[in-house]
């Protein structure tokens, strides 16, 4: 059963992360994931997740929640994970399955993916936010992705990767501009809808493109 914790928590800057073992009351001998997502409220483009398993008490110069780390730094940063990193898993779930599912459940399945994908597979997982229905034991962490290491390089590696799916996608259906605002609702991703309308890479079941005509 999912629980979550950390709401009492202060935020941990660079370096200065929680051991989740001795916060969580987790065994040391456990092997733990981090899981995070990004993409959940864009209007175009897949929700990305990433699960990441770090060595115990591994430090990353420069990690800490994706949001707050520069573009070009963010990359670096990424990199320094893919290297120090015991497993790493990314998985996508395209806008035709979250018009399907719904944004939530479209989000949960692209965790489970990720978890599935990770060599060696981990006994827990702890998730960025709210309590989370995983495949193995997990735990939702509040503010995780600034409390956690794991789930830090989890929210890097997952926003690393979508971004540069958006500029791929930025490419295919030019006018969009989505690789400058990675398919956010931004003005001017606003105004390209009432110009062009919605592309295939847009999610129809959210009321900014269900509402303008269709490709």
């Known amino acids: 059963m999912p629980r979550a914790a950390g709401a009492d928590r202060t935020p941990a800057s660079c370096g200065a992360f929680l051991d989740p073992c001795e916060e969580f009351q987790i065994d040391p001998a456990c092997l733990i994931a981090g899981i995070d997502e990004v993409g959940r ?7 990305t997740a990433a699960a990441v398993v770090l060595p115990h008490g591994v430090e990353i110069p420069g990690l800490a929640d994706s949001k707050t780390i520069p573009p070009k730094r963010r990359e670096q940063v990424a990199a320094a994970i893919r290297t120090a990193a015991v497993a790493i898993s990314i998985a996508h ?6 018009d399907s599912l719904g944004i939530a459940e479209a989000t949960r399945q692209a965790m ?9 597979a981990p006994d827990i997982a702890l998730v960025d936010g709210l309590p989370v ?11 995780g992705d600034s409390l956690v290491a794991a789930i830090a390089a989890a929210s890097v590696v997952a926003k690393v990767e979508r971004d540069r799916l958006m500029a791929t996608l930025d490419e295919a259906h030019p006018g969009y501009g989505f690789a400058v605002h990675k398919g956010y609702g931004t003005p001017e991703h606003l105004d390209a809808l009432e110009r062009l309308g919605p592309c295939a890479a847009h999610r129809l079941s959210f009321a900014p493109c269900s509402q303008r005509r269709l490709f």
């Open 41 to 47: 409220g864009a209007l175009a483009g897949p929700v």
């Open 112 to 120: 489970l993916r990720a978890l599935a994908g990770l060599r060696p």
């Open 93 to 98: 779930m395209e806008p035709a399955t979250i």
């Open 133 to 143: 229905d995983l495949s193995i034991e997990s735990r939702g962490i509040v503010k």
